[in-house]
């Protein structure tokens, strides 16, 4: 017989408290949160509506001098109703925390930039229902890659760094209508000859036919010979024996292409990287030819010289997007590298 059950409220934990939804969208509100935010805070919130979600590690690799200091800011963030967040269900351990763009981030960006919050197509329900959508783990995984990548660069002895990143999201408003990669990425390397490398990622968790991935080739040659850039092609498996087996697809594929020459395609599979610190800029690259096998793993920043038909891309480091004027749905693409730490404590 149970004589002490436990209380019902002691079997809830405790819950911030947070401005309602009306209350967040407001002029007064917001432009009261813009006097408390840090650079760094408004690069989040704008990496955020690009990239939809981002994980507590990502975050931290990207932004943040150690875990704790990160979430003590995020929690201050989520109760300001800048950032949303969620944990998904996992049958062992526990995920991590996961963010999302909230009502209040989304109008600071608007404002910030002289529009109205419908200018954005911003929806708090959209936001956060990628929580439910079976593209989670792609999108956190797509994510994590160049998260990876701008945690290199941040690095005291990187010789290059990410200077683009552009979210499907993005890419499909570009290209769409002929193929629809994941990601877009942009690399200079400095050291010891200043390069440069654009691409194309497709990020592979092995659930598409390996004849699938070497059908969208077609499409990439399709948008090399429209807008006569050719742009190399990266895809990134969960192990070599998916890499092996893909390879072999692509290769029938861009056997059947009228010029391969128009798609660059190079593999990788994430069992090259040992370590906690996973560097997708390590030599752990194939580069797809046929007539040219190679017979080592080239670095990410190689590959720009392993396609002599590459034209060069030049020194600068500007986003594309910043020089073609891109402002689809009212904002461009965020710089991938965070604010140096700013002088000004904000206001609590």
């Known amino acids: ?30 432009a009261h949160l813009a006097t408390r935010l840090t650079e760094r805070d408004r690069w989040l919130a704008r990496m955020l509506y690009e990239h939809r979600v981002l994980t507590t590690h990502q975050i931290v690799e990207m932004a943040w001098p150690s875990v704790r200091a990160a979430n003590m800011r995020l929690l201050r963030l989520y109760r300001w109703r800048l950032i949303d967040r969620f944990q998904p269900f996992v049958t062992y351990g ?37 929580a439910y959508s079976l593209h989670l783990a792609h999108t956190v995984g797509t994510n994590g890659f160049f998260s990876s990548l701008v945690a290199r660069s941040r690095r005291p002895d990187t010789t290059g760094r990410l200077t683009a990143w552009w979210s499907e999201t993005r890419c499909t408003r570009h290209f769409g209508d002929i193929v629809r990669p994941d990601a877009y990425g942009l690399w200079h390397e400095n050291s010891p000859v200043p390069t440069a490398l654009e691409w194309f990622l497709e990020f592979d968790f092995g659930t598409e036919r390996p004849d699938r ?40 594929a861009l056997a059947g292409l009228d010029d ?33 096998p190679s017979i080592r793993r080239l670095h990410l920043p190689e590959l720009a010289r392993a396609w002599p038909q590459l034209p060069p891309l030049g020194n600068s480091t500007s986003d594309p997007a910043q020089a073609n004027g891109d402002v689809a749905n009212g904002l461009l693409p965020p710089s991938p590298l965070p604010p140096r730490p700013s002088d000004r404590r904000p206001r609590r």
């Open 94 to 130: 526990t995920a991590p925390m996961h963010y999302v763009l909230d009502l209040a981030g989304a109008a600071v960006l608007a404002r910030e930039d002289g529009l109205d919050l419908r200018d954005l197509d911003y929806r708090h329900d959209r936001a956060t229902g990628i």
């Open 213 to 252: 991935l070497g059908r969208k080739l077609a499409g990439y040659a399709k948008l090399a010979a429209t807008t006569d850039i050719t742009t190399p092609v990266l895809l990134w498996m969960p192990t070599t024996r998916r890499e092996a087996a893909v390879r072999r697809a692509l290769a029938a």
């Open 260 to 292: 391969p020459s128009l798609v660059p395609v190079a593999t990788s599979s994430a069992e090259f990287l040992d370590g906690p610190a996973d560097d997708p800029t390590a030599a752990c690259w194939q580069p797809l030819d046929a007539r040219r």
């Open 1 to 30: 017989m149970i004589t002490n059950p436990t209380p019902q409220r002691s079997l809830r934990g405790h819950r911030p408290q947070r401005p309602s939804q009306r209350t967040a969208v407001t002029s007064g509100y917001v």
